[in-house]
């Protein structure tokens, strides 16, 4: 595959994400591009946050449904479906973080990488 149909596709696999928050209400979208950080893996980083633990589980179902329909693919790894206070999907090319909101407070995980560039979305 190319260098540029990678970028697409991961370009679609983000907007796909967000699509899947915004159908559930995540608050606080934010698509951040990690292609031009030194030392990242994967292409972006979408986050945001939930108020409370079922919301969080509902939308990360709601994230991996929408990828799965549109691309037919799982996410490669998944952690924190336990607890429901910090879920991370991880689809190679873009990784989903999505929060309690006191968690993503404490965190502050889009402070680590201030040289992406962001972009943020309304929920639905």
């Known amino acids: 595959m190319s ?3 990678k970028e697409s596709l991961s370009e679609k696999l ?6 899947g928050m915004q159908e559930k ?3 606080e979208i934010v698509r951040m591009d990690m292609r ?3 030392a990242t893996l994967s292409d972006y980083f979408v986050i945001c946050h939930a108020d409370s ?4 589980n509902t939308i990360s179902k709601s994230v991996e449904d929408e990828v799965y329909k549109a691309f037919g693919q799982e996410p490669w790894r998944k952690e924190g479906h336990g607890n429901g206070e910090w879920i991370l999907l991880d689809f190679v090319d ?5 929060f309690k909101t006191e968690k993503r407070e404490h965190y502050r995980i889009e402070d680590l ?5 962001v972009s943020t979305f309304k929920s639905a």
């Open 36 to 38: 031009e950080v030194n």
């Open 113 to 117: 990488w201030g040289d992406a560039q």
């Open 14 to 19: 983000a907007a796909v994400i967000v699509h």
């Open 25 to 27: 209400k995540g608050n």
């Open 3 to 5: 260098e540029k149909n």
């Open 53 to 56: 633990a079922i919301q969080v």
């Open 94 to 98: 873009v990784v989903v973080h999505i």
